[in-house]
Structures are given as C-alpha cells and as structure tokens.
T-cell receptor, first 113, second 114 residues
C-alpha cells in the first residue's frame, strides 16, 4: 500500500523552463512534507519542506505547493538548470512523535540543454 | 563532518550467504534509519533507532533481516540467508532527534544477490 505516490516515473524539461513534479498522498495524518533530490551513486539530499499549516514554501528557484483538500503537493523549479537533472523523492511524516518518513517512488527529471 | 558513512559501497554475494551492511552516523545524531530502495517501491523504511534503541522495525521484510546498534557511532544490517529478491540499494540515514526532518543519508550499499 503506497501511501505516497509519484505517478510520473520520468519528466523531461527544456533548460530555462519550469519543471513541475507532482506527489499525492493518501494518509490524512501526514502533516509535514519534504522533497529530496538524488544523484546517481549518492544518497538523497534534503531539498525543501512544507508544514501542513502552509500552502506554499519558497527557497530560491524551488517552491513547494500543498493542497491539503486534494492531498496533493507539487515542486516547482524555475528556471530549470542542467544540474537539476536527478531523481526527486517526495516524502511525508505524521508529526505525532513519529520520525518515520514515508517516501514515494521518485521522479527522474532530465533537463535538456 | 564526514557525513554518514556506509560500507561496503557494493556487495555481490551468492544466494544463501550472510550479508552484513555497516553504517556510521554523524556524530551527535541520535536517530538512525535503514532504508531500502527498489524501482517498484521507492525508498522503504526498514527500521529506525533512537539513542541506540530500536523503535520501529515494522518495515523489516522477514526474519532473515536483523539490525543492531551497539553504540551511538555504529549500526549493522544483516541478511541471513540472502536471496536474489534482496538485491537493492540500502541506505542509512541519521538526524538529531527533535530537529527538523532533514535526514542526512549515506551514499548507500548496492547489494546484488546472485
């Protein structure tokens, strides 16, 4: 039972354009969400997060949007750069003394020069 | 700060053999997590420890898997006996308890069971 779903295994975007990665979740107890970025042969690295009390969080070129009613979040990267080519994982956690991050299956983003 | 250190980076073993994966968390981090990455299921949490004590091992697939954390600077994940379906990348991650959720991951161990 996949509680965090990333339905697009891959995405290709032209350099300079906007990349939009999507994530859906089913567990209504999740109240904190994160995005991780992973390069080949490396571990995932934390990118950006959002609490359920917000609907948007921005950090430079990266913005995460949260739609609680739809149980959906998205990561926007603008403008996209070649170095953004990586696998992006969405993750969620329930903040009731529980540190377990539940991850999605990932989306491979390729930025085309 | 050397980050989370995992060894070995690659492991190829024959079915039925015992495999031991190792992890050294970041000094001062008191939560440690073992994840497994597969194409079908993404990153799955296997087990996590707080202050060297196992808190939740509900993700451990079966009795063939076991994990220990004898001290704050070392953890092992053991598979005995190994099977081809155990082939995956295994990640260790650590964080300070009660900090934000920015886990620091190691570079992973790619396990191939033939």
């Amino acid at each position: 039972d996949q509680q965090v779903k990333q339905n697009s295994p891959s995405l290709s975007v032209q350099e300079g354009r906007i990349s939009i990665l999507n994530c859906d979740y089913t567990n209504s107890m999740f109240d904190y969400f994160l995005w991780y970025k992973k390069y080949p042969a490396e571990g995932p690295t934390f990118l950006i997060s959002i609490s359920s009390i917000k609907d948007k969080n921005e950090d430079g070129r990266f913005t995460v949007f949260l739609n609680k009613s739809a149980k959906h979040l998205s990561l926007h990267i603008v403008p996209s750069q070649p170095g953004d080519s990586a696998v992006y994982f969405c993750a969620a956690v329930s903040n009731f003394g529980n540190e377990k991050l539940t991850f999605g299956t990932g989306t491979r983003l390729t930025i085309i020069p | 700060d050397a980050g989370v250190i995992q060894s070995p980076r690659h492991e190829v073993t024959e079915m039925g053999q015992e495999v031991t994966l190792r992890c050294k968390p970041i000094s001062g981090h008191n939560s440690l997590f073992w994840y497994r990455q597969t194409m079908m299921r993404g990153l799955e949490l296997l087990i996590y420890f707080n202050n060297n004590v196992p808190i939740d091992d509900s993700g451990m697939p079966e009795d063939r898997f076991s994990a220990k954390m004898p001290n704050a600077s070392f953890s092992t994940l053991k598979i005995q006996p190994s099977e081809p379906r155990d082939s995956a990348v295994y990640f260790c991650a650590s964080k300070k308890r009660d900090s934000d959720y920015g886990y620091t991951f190691g570079s992973g161990t790619r396990l191939t069971v033939v």
